[in-house]
Every structure is written in C-alpha cells, then in structure tokens.
T-cell receptor, first 109, second 117 residues
Framework: GQNIDQPTEMTATEGAIVQINCTYQ??????LFWYQQHAGEAPTFLSY??LDGLEEKGRFSSFLSRSKGYSYLLLKELQMKDSASYLC??????????WGAGTKLIIKP | GAVVSQHPSWVICKSGTSVKIECRSL??????MFWYRQFPKQSLMLMAT?????????EQGVEKDKFLINHASLTLSTLTVTSAHPEDSSFYIC?????????????FGPGTRLTVL
C-alpha cells in the first residue's frame, strides 16, 4: 500500500530552525512535493524534489533521499507566520499526489 | 503561479438539498482540475480528476451520482453535492494544473467549507 509518515505535531521557537521529516512508501515515485497549509485555508506550494539532495529556497530547504524513501523540510529563522501544517506529498507511478495528514508546526515566541 | 478562486467560501444548507461549488482558474487555462475533500485534522482526499470537455475520473469510494462534476471550460469546473447530508460536511478544495507536463505543480483554490444541518 501507499503510506506517508510525518510527525503529527512539532513545536519550535521563533528565530530557531526546525526540520520536519517525512518517510513514504508509494507505488512508483515521480518526485515529492511539500505544501504549507494554514488552518482553514488551502495548501500552498513550497517545493518539489525529484533528484536526491538538498534544494534551498530562501528560509526553506527540502531534502530527498529516494533510496531511503525519505524527505525533510528545513525551516530557518522561524517566524510566527510559519505556524501551519506542512504536507509531504509524493507522486506515485500514475503521477498522482499521495497526501499525508501533515505536521502541525507551532511556533512560540 | 495560477490564481484559483472558489465560490462560495462558506455554505450552510439543510439536509437533502443540493449545493454547487464553483472553481475558477482566473489567469490561465486549466486543462486538468482536481477536487479534494478534507475533514478536520485529516489529509486531503482526492475525490475526482476532471479534464476539460470529458467526464471526470472519480476515486474509489466516491459516488459519482452524488458528487457531480462538470468541467465545461478551461476556466471553470463545478462540483455539485446532491442531496447533502451532515456527513458531507467538510472542506472542499479544488486545484488546477496546466496538464502540459506529467509533473505539474497544483495550484489550489481557497476552499469551500460546507456545513449540512
């Protein structure tokens, strides 16, 4: 079956760094997306990785290891507005997004 | 990125009535549109994929006669929840992609919160 595993909730301090891990099992693999979803809102795109390694984009970076079925999202210089759920979503062999329940990130002052 | 709108943002209806939700791609032609449902604290669940001018492809377990999808143009798709019941209360989100590449970022609408009394 297809499965996404992310921590349910994480807490971090404003200005700090946090890493949100994601392990996945899918039928085939065509890359992995990270989305941010604020409470009561729709998801917004953060990153897409298809090759192994780290992709940096401003305060956010995303890492992928295809052999390990593992990805992480790294958030630096945390701001209060980063409080949201972060969704890891790999693409399976049919190019369909497989969604996990996401990680709720709580930022404290 | 693409700008996607949904209407209405919130809807409250009585059990047994039908509700239509519109999804519009405002600044590009969306060949493919997706409809999702999300219950509180749960993951997005894909309901169906629709391509302009053809019938929607429904995911397993989604009743096509209950959730009617129409994708009549490249900028508009509608989801009609027929004979809505309280268990249909959820957050309905549409997304669009150009469909030009196998891997396309999906652009999401703001969502519609449906409450069925």
């Amino acid at each position: 079956g297809q499965n996404i595993d992310q921590p349910t909730e994480m807490t971090a301090t404003e200005g700090a760094i946090v890493q949100i891990n994601c392990t996945y099992q899918t039928s085939g693999f065509n890359g992995l997306f990270w989305y941010q979803q604020h409470a009561g809102e729709a998801p917004t795109f953060l990153s897409y990785n298809v090759l192994d390694g780290l992709e940096e984009k401003g305060r956010f970076s995303s890492f992928l290891s295809r052999s390990k079925g593992y990805s992480y999202l790294l958030l630096k210089e945390l701001q209060m507005k980063d409080s949201a759920s972060y969704l890891c979503a790999p693409l399976d062999s049919n190019y369909q997004l497989i969604w996990g329940a996401g990680t709720k990130l709580i930022i404290k002052p | 990125g693409a700008v996607v709108s949904q209407h209405p943002s919130w809807v409250i209806c009585k059990s047994g009535t039908s509700v239509k939700i519109e999804c519009r791609s405002l600044d590009f032609q969306a060949t493919t549109m997706f409809w999702y449902r999300q219950f509180p604290k749960q993951s997005l669940m894909l309901m169906a994929t629709s391509n302009e001018g053809s019938k929607a492809t429904y995911e397993q377990g989604v009743e096509k006669d209950k959730f009617l999808i129409n994708h009549a143009s490249l900028t508009l798709s509608t989801l009609t929840v027929t004979s809505a019941h309280p268990e249909d209360s959820s957050f309905y989100i549409c997304s669009v992609s150009t469909g030009l590449a196998e891997v396309d970022e999906q652009f999401f609408g703001p969502g519609t919160r449906l409450t069925v009394l």
